[in-house]
């Protein structure tokens, strides 16, 4: 069929102007993605990961994530940890995690109704495990009335925003894999991590010994998808069927596959991730010169977190979308993106001081 010019009747239903702080999610598609999304179109390609996109997207992966890595294109961040999890748990398994974590804190249960294992959480001062925090849940393997600890998570970046190192990671997954238990990442945020320490990806995972990482591009800039990415292929078991029993198989995979092939080919994802994380120390630079505001965290990546007047927070966003964090304590959430500005920080600074100044 020949090709006719694009057309649709959809219409705008939003100002392009208006910018927030409640969460990269908000943010568009980059471009660059949007550019590669056009170039995968039209024509026939096999579905369900068939496609000449997807088998390509092997050979960027392992370029960053070691010769034996292979990636499971998914839906989204929440389907990806529980692909991943499943994969590696038995169904007497159990996950040890922070009490922090998104897969305890922001997936509606679904590891645990979806992916029918067991959380083991601990509480953190900064969202990061250790070995002795993972020591307080890894026991009692062989005790019938317990779920038997098998897995290791660990979010990177954290959800409070803060960084594990190289050496941190290769702790944990010694500690782990002393224990016979193995490790998985949820790598949501990755490139900001990665950016952050000025490491390569690989650094922070198959090096120190991670087993699977979900990896996320949706947060760096691609329009919708992530990735399961296998880096010790003894590790899980039918992966594959994992991935359709649990409703994360891309039918048109290769609009998945291309995303990630454009973000990581060349080096969009860490520009992006760079960008994003410039802006948020811009911002907590900002910040800490606003007398009552108070940084929580380490800024690390490209989340900032603090604590100011409830009456101050709620008059703000009226005029910026951000989230509380801790409602009651007064704790709120800025997250900067891919395409937050200069002046978007600015803006959102002078607007802060303004309402502290009533």
């Not at 169904?91 to 249960?109: C, F, K, L, Q, T």
């Not at 039918?251 to 948020?280: C, T, Y």
Request: charged fraction near 25%; hydrophobic fraction near 40%.
């Amino acid at each position: 069929m020949r090709q006719v010019p694009a057309r649709t009747d959809a219409k705008r239903h939003h100002d392009p102007e208006v910018r927030g702080f409640a969460s990269d999610n908000y943010a568009g598609t980059h471009p660059e993605i949007l550019a590669a999304l056009a170039l995968a179109n039209g024509g026939h390609q096999v579905a369900y990961g068939g496609d000449d996109y997807t088998e390509h997207l092997q050979r960027v992966i392992r370029s960053h994530f070691g010769p034996r890595a292979h990636a499971y294109p998914v839906f989204n961040g929440t389907g990806a940890n529980v692909v991943a999890l499943q994969a590696l748990t038995d169904r007497w398994g159990a996950v040890i995690a922070a009490e922090s974590a998104h897969i305890n804190v922001d997936e509606g249960g679904a590891p645990e109704r979806v992916g029918s294992l067991k959380l083991l959480t601990v509480p953190t001062e900064d969202g990061k495990l250790t070995p002795e925090l993972i020591d307080r849940q890894a026991f009692g393997w062989e005790d019938e009335h317990r779920a038997m600890p098998q897995v290791v998570s660990i979010t990177q970046s954290t959800e409070l925003g803060t960084v594990y190192t190289p050496d941190e990671i290769r702790a944990i997954c010694d500690h782990a894999h002393q224990h016979g238990m193995l490790v998985h990442l949820d790598g949501a945020r990755l490139a900001n991590a990665s950016a952050s320490l000025d490491v390569p990806m690989r650094a922070l995972t198959n090096v120190p010994g991670v087993d699977v990482v979900s990896f996320g591009g949706t947060k760096n800039g691609m329009l919708f998808g992530e990735a399961v990415v296998v880096l010790d292929p003894d590790a899980v078991r039918r992966m594959k069927h994992i991935r359709k029993l649990s409703m994360q198989l891309p039918s048109k995979m290769r609009f998945v596959s291309v995303q990630l092939e454009a973000l990581l080919a060349g080096d969009l994802w860490l520009r992006s991730a760079r960008h994003a994380n410039a802006m948020a120390a811009r911002l907590a630079a900002g910040v800490r010169e606003v007398p009552g505001v108070e940084i929580l965290y380490p800024v690390d990546a490209n989340a900032v977190f603090a604590r100011l007047p409830h009456e101050v927070s709620e008059r703000l966003q009226k005029r910026y979308r951000f989230y509380f964090w801790d409602e009651r304590a007064g704790e709120v959430r800025w997250m900067c993106s891919f395409d937050t500005t200069e002046e978007d920080v600015d803006g959102f600074l002078a607007a802060l001081r303004e309402e502290l100044g009533r």
